[in-house]
């Protein structure tokens, strides 16, 4: 199987150019974009609000289709925010994968919501 | 300059088994997985929501470190959420990215805040 | 029983003395509030994200106290964003729940998650 | 003047009886209704999510009656959650005011955005 990979540098370079074809490099400022990018994790909510788990998994074409549009636009917005902030996406993603095995070792956490669960944090 | 590329199948195997170790697949449905990656979302927002624009521009190194992880945090729910439905992010942000060429043609949309914005569809 | 009511009008006089006695006013403008509103909304989730629905409606003390405590902040937010924009929530409530009987008629709607779900938005 | 307030007891009622009318009470859950509210937070963002912090203090009519159209939407939901899970709103935000006030003392926080901020709690 070969690998997929997302290419960040050709995306920021698109996501850059279709900003400044349209002059939109005002509006792409990291305030901005820390709320467009939540806003579509919103529109990613309402697509499971009303399912249950099972339905969760078992999305018809179409809402799969939806899904992905929406994945997308997260994935977009996260790409620019970290293009205009100058964060390296594939580094800081390492960085955070080392956090959560120190902050979740195996033995503790095995198979425990609990501890896995924001709850414990109040 | 070399591309900066994130190995998709990669960061999938790596969540996948940090999920299994500690028998979290459970947890891992698209929606809950939806509502983990919508509230790092929130966290990121609220790394920006006293912030001036300009002050958003002009962030400290202790501040960027949190945005990263941030980033990271839905950069890796998202890859996980996309992984659980077989979902290619690539083509996702590629056919996406087309759509979005197709609703805001340059001409209409130049320096156009209005066009661009979600006042417009209600 | 006693019918419960919210003052709103004391509860907005309480927030902006608190703004004030903080010399918080500068942030509290509409853009930054519905920022902390929606990351208030987002702690809401953490705390639901990996239960299952049946979970969800068996909390314990503390957790109930959680929810409470973030419902408060999100109604916070809600009547501080309304009280800036001189928005009247009692009529802004009746004017929706006016709409959405229109939007979702009794004999079209009943029992139907479909009609009900944003799927069919798309 | 007089006091404006929300009569929660006829709300509840009101949108109990909307989901009954309809057979939506199994979607009615406290996930799901964290996620919907949630959904329409991300919706109140997208209103103000290209606008200035001056552009956000001076919205036109149209753009004012769809902010109070979401600001509806948070708050049903939050009612109706709350009613859900027999949490009395008014003795929660009575309770939040007072920990935000033990929590941000006068004296400590004045006109200070960093003490304000989350950047603070990492």
């Known amino acids: 199987m070969k690998a997929e990979v997302l290419d960040l540098t050709e995306l920021q370079a698109q996501l850059a150019q279709f900003a400044a074809d349209r002059d939109w490099e005002i509006y792409h400022n990291p305030k901005n974009l820390s709320m467009a990018l939540a806003g579509e ?25 939806n899904v ?24 800081a993603a390492a960085n955070k994968l080392k956090k959560n095995a120190a902050k979740y070792p195996v033995e503790k956490s095995r198979g425990n919501a609990l501890k896995y669960n924001r709850w414990q944090k109040s």
């Open 68 to 91: 992905a549009d929406e994945l997308a636009d997260i994935l977009l917005y996260t790409v620019r925010l970290a293009d205009r902030l100058q964060i390296s996406l594939p580094a």
């Open 41 to 65: 994790a919103g529109e990613l909510l309402e697509l499971f609000q009303w399912k249950n788990i099972e339905e969760s998994q078992q999305l018809s074409t179409t809402e799969k289709e």
